[in-house]
């Protein structure tokens, strides 16, 4: 066999190895973007926990009976900001299970005087609905990583130590998280779900 022809078999077999190399790590790099689920996205999170974009119901009861603490975290870090909500919103505890319990006779959602760059709320208490307990409503980062959610502050109310924030995880279904801001340290109190009316 002589030389060039040699060559020439080896680069095209170089060629055909830098495709292949290329193809694989093309492969690798999209296979996160391709396996992760996406929280606007119709998809299952396992064991039930699955978010239905057209649906609410659907999806504010897997967030309440389906989706574990570690299932609603991943959830929420993988949706962003969203729209604010506006008016009258339906609201659920998602967990812990004892406050899932305790609250519907206290709380029963949110009412957003609200644009698209916030605005204010109070929040509806008692079965009747009953306005209280106001606060402001900005865009600002995420106490989970740092990225945009809406935060809703307490300052004004009673409860200036509480502090929620939202992101919208289907076109109608807001997750939330709710803080207390002490002293020392901001403690995490609970999650909870918003649909609007």
């Known amino acids: 066999m002589n030389r060039s022809r040699r060559t020439r078999m080896f680069s095209g077999s170089s060629r055909l190895f830098r495709g292949a190399a290329l193809t694989i790590v093309a492969a690798a790099a999209l296979a996160p973007a391709i396996t992760a689920p996406a929280a606007s996205a119709d998809t299952d999170f396992g064991g039930g926990c699955v978010l239905y974009p057209g649906d609410p119901a659907a999806t504010v009861a897997a967030l309440h009976d389906r989706c574990n603490f570690q299932?609603?975290?991943d959830i929420y870090r993988a949706a962003a900001r969203g729209n604010v909500p506006t008016g009258v919103t339906n609201g659920w505890v998602t967990t812990p299970p004892v406050m899932e319990v305790v609250s519907p006779p206290f709380w029963i959602g949110k009412i957003f005087y609200t644009g698209p760059d916030g605005g204010?709320?109070?929040n509806r208490i008692t079965g009747a609905g009953i306005e209280g307990f106001p606060a402001n409503v900005f865009s600002g980062p995420s106490r989970i990583d740092g990225a945009p959610a809406w935060l809703l502050d307490?300052?004004?109310?009673?409860?200036p130590q509480?502090?929620?924030e939202i992101r919208q995880v289907t076109p109608e279904v807001w997750?939330?998280?709710s803080w207390w801001r002490g002293y020392f340290q901001t403690t995490p109190l609970l999650t909870f779900a918003l649909t609007e009316q």
Do not use: F, K, M
């Open 71 to 73: 299932q609603q975290y």
């Open 120 to 122: 204010t709320l109070t």
């Open 154 to 159: 307490y300052a004004p109310s009673i409860t």
């Open 162 to 164: 509480i502090l929620d």
């Open 175 to 177: 997750l939330g998280y």
